[in-house]
């Protein structure tokens, strides 16, 4: 036990010491700006184009693993939408975005880092996949919903253009297209370059955590979802758990991967789904609420799920 408490215990203390930065130092929220900037747009591409450029290509379309990860994330967002759909009166918008609050996990921010502390580079590939096909899922659902609510304007080219846009622009994913295409050519960057990636790549998690910690006492605890104890439970025990079978079902994959499926399946909500809420002025502070309310029990349950991986009591494959 006490070698996983060595392992969260860094990973959640970069996240409260940026609450408690943020919480003393008082600092403006724009303040935040230019630290988002370098995790999204350089450090954390720096870091899926290294790992994923020494992997070999064959590693790269496991289109079993990908389908199984995303099924799971997208069978929970549609049982969260359902009953919100079922018992607010067919509200729509509302119901899509506590549906992304239920699926929709920290896979950026929180990912990388305690999966490649947990598993080491094996986690990389299918962190930086699943991360890919989950954000272009998410990337679709979102206006695609809005625009059935009648809360997205433009039409439907607009709006397909804008889906497109989103995916194709996304750092991260620029960032996967270009080293898959690396490991496929075997290209290798010049030494000084590959040098300054690796130092870009290693400050990825620990700036991502700090800033998400930031984030966090940023935003004002307003006001309390009804949902919150039915998205708690959706995002942090029955999505990992039904990644897990559904894995298992799918095919028979190496251990480090299903195990990171399962662990960036049981990390809190995104605090996207927040930035997604304010754009379209829906469930905005309650969002915020449902982002906090999780990362906080995410201690207690990301915990608990790397003890029984760590301690042998997971098999990797639950139908061998």
């Not at 600092?27 to 450090?43: D, K, R």
Request: glycine share 8%; hydrophobic share 60%.
């Amino acid at each position: 036990m006490s070698d996983i408490i060595g392992l969260v215990l860094p990973f959640f203390g970069m996240i409260f010491l940026g609450f408690a930065v943020a919480r003393i130092t008082r600092q403006p929220v724009e303040a935040l700006g230019w630290m988002n900037t370098f995790v999204i747009y350089v450090a954390l591409p720096c870091l899926f184009f290294q790992l994923l450029s020494r992997t070999p290509i064959e590693k790269l379309t496991e289109m079993g693993y990908i389908f199984g990860s995303v099924l799971a994330t997208y069978l929970v967002f549609s049982a969260m939408f359902v009953f919100s759909v079922l018992t607010n009166r067919g509200e729509i918008a509302e119901s899509t975005i506590k549906g992304l609050a239920a699926a929709y996990g920290n896979i950026g921010y929180m990912g990388p880092g305690l999966a490649l502390l947990a598993f080491g580079e094996e986690a990389a590939v299918p962190v930086a996949l699943i991360f890919c096909f989950e954000n272009i899922m998410h990337f679709a659902v979102a206006p695609l919903m809005m625009a059935l609510a009648g809360d997205e304007r433009g039409g439907a080219g607009q709006l397909a253009l804008g889906v497109v846009r989103k995916i194709a622009l996304h750092p991260f994913i620029i960032a996967t297209a270009i080293g898959v295409a690396a490991a496929a050519l075997h290209v290798r960057p010049p030494t000084a370059l590959a040098t300054m990636l690796d130092y870009l790549a290693r400050a990825a998690a620990p700036c991502a955590l700090f800033a998400m910690g930031v984030t966090l006492a940023l935003r004002p605890l307003k006001r309390m979802p009804r949902e919150i104890g039915l998205i708690a439970v959706l995002k942090l025990v029955v999505h990992p758990a039904l990644c897990y079978v559904i894995l298992s079902l799918v095919g028979n994959f190496d251990p480090a991967w299903v195990f990171s499926a399962v662990l960036l399946a049981s990390l809190p909500t995104a605090t996207n789904v927040f930035v997604i809420g304010q754009q379209y002025g829906v469930w905005v502070e309650r969002a915020s609420a449902s982002i906090l309310v999780t990362t906080v029990l995410s201690v207690a349950t990301v915990t608990a799920l790397l003890f029984l991986i760590k301690g042998g009591y997971l098999p990797p494959d639950l139908f061998p």
